[in-house]
């Protein structure tokens, strides 16, 4: 077990991360459209395990299964109502893979699958709620930091880490 903060990792050299858990899961199961978020309500303990594994062949920061948990990507799964919940238990399962190892627990912000305005019909507004609500829900659960991923729209990507920094995150890592 490292020290408690990433700053203090950080200090003593590279960080591991963990892996991908989309493709984890699917060796599992989960079927190609079915949002892996829906199994954090379902199935919880196979996300527990692809992240214990991680945490026990070393990853330092666990990313929830949240890649897609806003409420609007959950919407197009017919879960936007349970956006919420969710996130929430994503950060708990998250954490309880990572209180063996001591491991840091981030909560997972990725884009919407919408195009922003004017190349597509996402107002920018719209998206920038989605994200603070996702971000605050993460940090209010728990989780150590954020992380913006994986977007192909920079503008979006702002959006994202300018939600991570109004909910709170001390430590926020993102990904184009």
């Not at 929430?88 to 699958?113: I, Q, S």
Request: negative net charge; hydrophobic residues 50%.
């Amino acid at each position: 077990m490292g020290p408690g903060t990433l700053a203090e990792r950080l200090a003593l050299g590279p960080v591991l991360l963990d892996g991908a858990m989309g493709t984890e899961l699917m060796r599992r199961g989960l079927l190609a459209g079915e949002p892996p978020e829906g199994w954090l309500l379902t199935r919880p303990h196979v996300i527990f395990g692809v992240h214990h594994r991680y945490a026990l062949a070393g990853a330092e920061v666990l990313y929830t299964c949240t890649f897609g948990a806003n409420r609007l990507a959950l919407g197009r799964h017919g879960l936007a109502d349970r956006t919420v919940a969710i996130n929430h238990k994503a950060v708990e399962v998250a954490r309880m893979a990572a209180r063996e190892t001591g491991a840091l627990v981030f909560g997972d912000l990725g884009p919407t699958g919408d195009l922003l305005e004017p190349y597509g019909d996402l107002p920018p507004a719209r998206a920038r709620e989605a994200f603070a609500e996702q971000a605050t829900l993460l940090m209010a659960a728990g989780a150590d930091g954020l992380v913006v991923e994986s977007f192909a729209d920079p503008a979006e990507a702002l959006l994202a880490v300018a939600a991570a920094r109004g909910a709170g995150a001390r430590f926020i890592l993102a990904t184009l």
